[in-house]
């Protein structure tokens, strides 16, 4: 798919019988195809609520993913459409297993569970997330994991890739809230602000928690604590950090 647009706006209700689908303004479902030089205008919403379905929303794709013989490929492309989910939601695409490179966001992403991410809201294992950035507001609404890049866990890589939005929610960071052990962050950086508040668990400008790989990355986003009594997880679990909130065992800076 190339040099295509879309400027209509697309509802998705959930009226169907699975619980997960894929949702896109150009494609829902990428597998083992490239989407090149695409623009999404149109807004994407998809049922949200404590009834809501839980289907991967992308602002271009829904799920990139590959075939067994090719990888899914989504490259210079770029979302001026916003993008409102239950979980899993990302101004280029909902759900990463495979490649996406020069692609850029510059609207808001908001879900109501968890998983709002500027470029992706799941960076799975073996992906890739290259040269993209984020310019627009991030939010989970009742709580959850948001990130200037990706929204949820990163099990994948993330190269030279660039948060100037602002990021609100429980676990949140400026790259990613959660890199996990097989997670890299390279050569990416944070302009973003930060905006916790007294249901917040952790936040970190690169990321709140991290047991993989971060090289070469760095921050200068601000953060905004307002700071309560409330607690949300117990106290103990509430980390900060103006680069990352917590290192773990495996994690390597």
């Known amino acids: 798919i190339t040099k295509c647009e879309n400027y209509t706006a697309i509802t998705t209700d959930g009226s169907y019988n699975n619980d997960w689908g894929n949702s896109g303004g150009i494609c829902g479902t990428n597998k083992g195809g490239t989407i090149s030089e695409c623009i999404n205008y149109g807004s994407m919403k998809t049922q949200i609520g404590e009834n809501g379905r839980d289907r991967n929303t992308g602002g271009v794709c829904g799920l990139n993913t590959g075939d067994g013989n090719n990888e899914g490929l989504i490259e210079n492309c ?3 459409g916003q993008v409102i989910a239950n979980r899993y939601a990302g101004g280029i695409c909902g759900r990463n ?7 850029a966001n510059h ?3 908001v879900v109501y569970m968890l998983g709002a991410g500027g470029i992706v809201g799941y960076s799975a294992m073996g992906s890739l997330v290259q040269s993209s950035v984020n310019n627009s507001t991030i939010s989970v609404d ?3 994991l948001a990130g200037g890049i990706c929204g949820s866990e990163n099990l994948g890589e993330i190269r030279a890739c660039v948060n100037n939005g ?5 676990i949140i960071g400026g790259i990613v809230p959660d890199n996990k052990y097989d997670g890299v962050l390279g050569q990416c950086y944070n302009t973003g602000r930060l905006h916790s508040s007294s249901t917040t668990a952790g936040y970190g400008g690169i990321c709140a928690f991290n047991s993989g790989l971060i090289e070469s990355c760095y921050q200068i986003g601000r953060i905004n604590d307002t700071g309560s009594s409330a607690w949300f997880p117990p106290q103990e679990d509430y980390v900060t950090g103006f680069f990352y909130g917590r290192n773990e065992s495996t994690g390597y800076i």
């Open 166 to 170: 602002d990021i609100y929610g429980k």
């Open 97 to 103: 297993e495979s490649e996406i490179r020069d692609c």
């Open 107 to 109: 609207s808001s992403v």
């Open 78 to 80: 770029n979302n001026q």
């Open 142 to 144: 009742i709580g959850g």
